[in-house]
C-alpha cells in the first residue's frame, strides 16, 4: 500500500507528534485493507478553529476531539488514473484531546492515536453514528488497529 499522509501542526502549542500521527494512520489504514493508492491530511490545529468547523460543518457551534472530512467515493471513476485516492482530511483540536486524556485517564500520546484511527475509520466510510451496530463494528475495529500499535482497550 502507497499512503501520503500531510501532517501539518499548525499551532505551536502541539508538541512533535507528527510522526507518531503518521505512524497510526498507517497502521489503520494497512488494517483495513483495500487501499493501494491513498492520501489523507491531517491538521493539529486548536479549539478555536475546530470550533468554527464544527459549527460550519455540522451545525455544532463548540468545539470537538476530531473532525473527519471525507471525500471517499468507491466509484470505479473516483480517481483519475495515476493519481492517488483522496480519501479526506481530520482536523484535531489540542485543547481538547488534552482535557480528554485527562478526563479519561490516558496518555495523551494514546488518546491522540485512538482518535487518528477513529478519524481514519470515518474516512473510509465507518459512521459510528448510524446505528448501534455500525458502532460496534467501528469500535471493534479501533480495539483491534490499536491492539497493533500496543494502546489498550479504550472502551474498558
Given at each position: 500500500m502507497k499512503a501520503t499522509l500531510r501532517v501539518d501542526r499548525v499551532q505551536s502549542q502541539w508538541?512533535?507528534?507528527?510522526?507518531?500521527?503518521?505512524?497510526a494512520a498507517l497502521i489503520a489504514l494497512d488494517h483495513l485493507g483495500g487501499f493501494e493508492d491513498v492520501e489523507v491530511g491531517i491538521r493539529l490545529t486548536d479549539?478555536?478553529?475546530v470550533r468554527e468547523l464544527n459549527?460550519?460543518?455540522?451545525?455544532?457551534?463548540r468545539p470537538t476531539n476530531i473532525l473527519s472530512f471525507a471525500m471517499y467515493d468507491d466509484a470505479p471513476d473516483s480517481r483519475p488514473p495515476g493519481h492517488?485516492?483522496?480519501?479526506?482530511?481530520?482536523?484535531?483540536?489540542?485543547?481538547?484531546?488534552?482535557?480528554e486524556a485527562q478526563e479519561q485517564g490516558k496518555t495523551f500520546t494514546d488518546?491522540?492515536?485512538?482518535?487518528?484511527?477513529?478519524g481514519i475509520l470515518h474516512?473510509?466510510?465507518?459512521?459510528?453514528?448510524?446505528?448501534?451496530?455500525?458502532?460496534?463494528s467501528q469500535e471493534n475495529l479501533e480495539i483491534a488497529i490499536?491492539?497493533?500499535?500496543?494502546?489498550?482497550?479504550?472502551?474498558e
Open positions: 508538541p512533535k507528534v507528527k510522526k507518531t500521527v503518521r505512524h479549539d478555536a478553529e459549527d460550519q460543518y455540522r451545525g455544532r457551534d492517488p485516492l483522496l480519501l479526506g482530511d481530520l482536523v484535531v483540536a489540542y485543547e481538547t484531546v488534552v482535557r488518546h491522540l492515536n485512538h482518535l487518528v484511527v477513529h474516512l473510509a466510510g465507518y459512521d459510528h453514528e448510524r446505528s448501534a451496530e455500525d458502532a460496534l490499536l491492539s497493533r500499535l500496543g494502546i489498550a482497550n479504550p472502551y
